[in-house]
């Protein structure tokens, strides 16, 4: 990259580096992007492990949440939604609840002509799929092009300045060579409002955790496990606490937006101080 995917500024420092890959800063935006990026090929998916009925409840659970807030927002439970990233217990649960699901991964998004990908949607979800595109300002235009006039866009991805990410730093799980972005709060809404996007509402993503999810998280980064003793000794405990639920510290960042339609001749406002002196 020569300059910055969000703001354009050529204002680029390298930080530091995950999994002998560079991690690039904007110094304007705080944009954190892996630069050079990994060469185009078989995307490198971690193997899911065997999930046990606890940890199957925690992701049905999580789902079923996130489909309650998109309806919400949205004030729909049906139609056509387009999902980009998302496991099979947020597909089960949208067409649980009614909706037509079109599910892909987020490089089959992008890879895919527009021929193949469903149009006038009305909702689209990202669940951990910007952040893995190479093009996130791309990919976000593309949604927004097969999203009808006001239909809802939810992002749900790993932002730089949260909770665990802040406790983590270095060692936080997500900095990985799968994610090839990482995104703050701003930054993130920065670029939705860049892809054509308003209307939003960001809350953190406090999904049900258990130390068993925890434990999977963090079989991919086991220096995290060396470097945060207290996670070591709470791994040892009995089954029974291992798998009791709770709200854990959120790494991920929730955003719901719409898609607006803009004139193609853009209006400028002028408001003049008037002062009435009689």
């Known amino acids: 990259h020569g300059q910055c995917p969000i703001c354009d500024s050529a204002h680029l420092e390298y930080e530091f580096v995950i999994e002998e890959v560079p991690v690039c800063s904007c110094q304007d935006c705080g944009l954190l992007f892996l630069s050079p990026q990994p060469e185009s090929g078989p995307v490198r998916e971690r193997a899911p492990a065997m999930e046990s009925n606890a ?8 789902a079923a949440e996130r489909m309650r807030e998109l309806v919400a927002y949205s004030g729909r439970q049906g139609g056509r939604l387009l999902l980009l990233g998302a496991g099979p217990h947020l597909c089960a649960e949208a067409r649980r609840i009614g909706f037509q699901v079109y599910a892909f991964s987020a490089r089959e998004f ?9 149009v006038g949607v009305q909702a689209c979800v990202l669940f951990c799929a910007l952040e893995r595109m190479r093009d996130p300002l791309a990919g976000l235009q593309a949604a927004h092009n097969l999203l009808e006039a006001g239909g809802c866009l939810m992002v749900i991805s790993p932002t730089t300045d949260s909770r665990a ?3 983590l730093r270095t060692s936080w799980w997500e900095f990985n060579r799968t994610n090839l972005y990482y995104f703050s709060v701003d930054t993130l809404q920065s670029l939705l409002i860049k892809a054509g996007f308003g209307d939003p509402i960001i809350a953190p993503d406090r999904s049900l955790a258990s130390l068993n999810y925890l434990r999977e998280r963090l079989a991919a980064t086991p220096h995290t496990l060396r470097r945060f003793q207290w996670l070591r000794s709470a791994m040892s405990l009995s089954p029974m606490f291992r798998n009791k639920t709770f709200r854990f510290l959120h790494g ?4 719901l937006v ?9 209006r400028l406002s002028v408001i003049v101080p008037v002062y009435n002196e009689s």
């Open 110 to 118: 992008e890879s895919l002509p527009a021929t193949e990908l469903p």
């Open 55 to 62: 940890l199957t409840g925690i992701y049905a659970a999580n």
């Open 252 to 255: 991920r960042t929730l955003f």
């Open 258 to 266: 719409r898609s607006n339609v803009y004139p193609p001749q853009p």
């Open 165 to 167: 990410a802040r406790l």
